[in-house]
């Protein structure tokens, strides 16, 4: 009996093992429902293609992140002063209405802006300092009651 090799050929027999491997991985492609050589080599195939745009893709996504990280530190910071100048604002008002000066409805409407930012504020952010204004936001409350029921702006 003579030798497989002399009788196919080398050239042959690889061709045929090439022929038979990837009818295999066909089958278990199609078959499987966990194993997808296919799929797997595709991936790999297109990683190794693409390997330097992934690097930059990357690379551009943490600084995103960073910017993203920088933007909401950024924001916080902005909220803050804006709650300071709205304190500020509040006790100014409070000083004015314990000094007796009227105000008009429209600027009393603007303060009462400021008192529902500053308490949201404040809700959101329980170690912020709140107790320089809770009698001034009372005070503030309580004039445009009084000036809004007796119709007394200014």
Request: charged fraction near 35%; hydrophobic fraction near 35%.
């Amino acid at each position: 009996m003579e030798n497989i090799f002399s009788i196919l050929g080398f050239q042959n027999i690889v061709w045929l093992s090439g022929i038979v491997a990837v009818a295999i991985t066909t089958l278990i492609q199609g078959l499987s429902s966990k194993y997808k050589p296919w799929t797997y080599v595709a991936i790999q195939i297109g990683k190794a293609i693409n390997k330097e745009t992934l690097e930059k893709l990357d690379n551009l996504e943490k600084k995103v992140n960073e910017i993203e990280k920088h933007d909401k530190e950024q924001d916080e910071k902005d909220k803050e002063e804006k709650a300071k100048a709205a304190r500020r604002r509040i006790l100014r008002c409070a000083d004015e209405i314990r000094a007796r000066v009227k105000h008009s409805e429209e600027y009393f409407n603007d303060i009462l802006d400021d008192v529902t930012f500053y308490k949201k504020y404040c809700d959101d952010h329980p170690l912020f300092k709140n107790e320089r204004s809770i009698m001034a936001i009372d005070a503030v409350e309580k004039a445009y009651k009084h000036a809004h029921d007796t119709d007394d702006f200014l």
